[in-house]
């Protein structure tokens, strides 16, 4: 089994900036792709930003060039740096883990980003 964490949520104003950690344990051995998603009210959830075991990075188009996932593999955390937000990134956040087939969640995080 595998526990996925997430941290670092939050009240911020508009323009400001807030880094997610995502905190992983439990069976790590072979979990490949990582990501980011998010939920707002009667939306969706959709893909903010994934990174793969090598690195490899995508972004949803609303987030480039305002955010940025990384991640530790020797601290097994990802990060999503969140920069230049605005209201409409507000939403429950969450992580996500791939090991095979099977997809893994965290219970999200709340990132409400005032006008």
């Known amino acids: 089994q595998v526990q996925l964490v997430e941290s670092g949520g939050g009240l911020v104003q508009a323009g400001g900036s807030l880094r997610l950690s995502c905190a992983v344990s439990?069976?790590?051995?072979?979990?490949?792709?990582m990501g980011w998603y998010r939920q707002a009210p009667g939306k969706r959830r959709e893909l903010v930003a994934g990174?793969?075991?090598?690195?490899?990075?995508n972004y949803a188009d609303s987030v480039k060039g305002r955010f940025t996932i990384s991640r530790d593999n020797a601290k097994n955390t990802v990060y999503l740096q969140m920069n230049s937000l605005n209201p409409e990134d507000t939403a429950v956040y969450y992580c996500?883990?791939?090991?095979?087939?099977?997809?893994?969640w965290g219970q999200g995080t709340q990132v409400t980003v005032s006008s």
């Open positions: 990174i793969t075991s090598g690195g490899i990075t």
């Open positions: 439990g069976s790590i051995f072979s979990i490949n792709d």
């Open positions: 996500k883990a791939k090991r095979g087939i099977v997809l893994y």
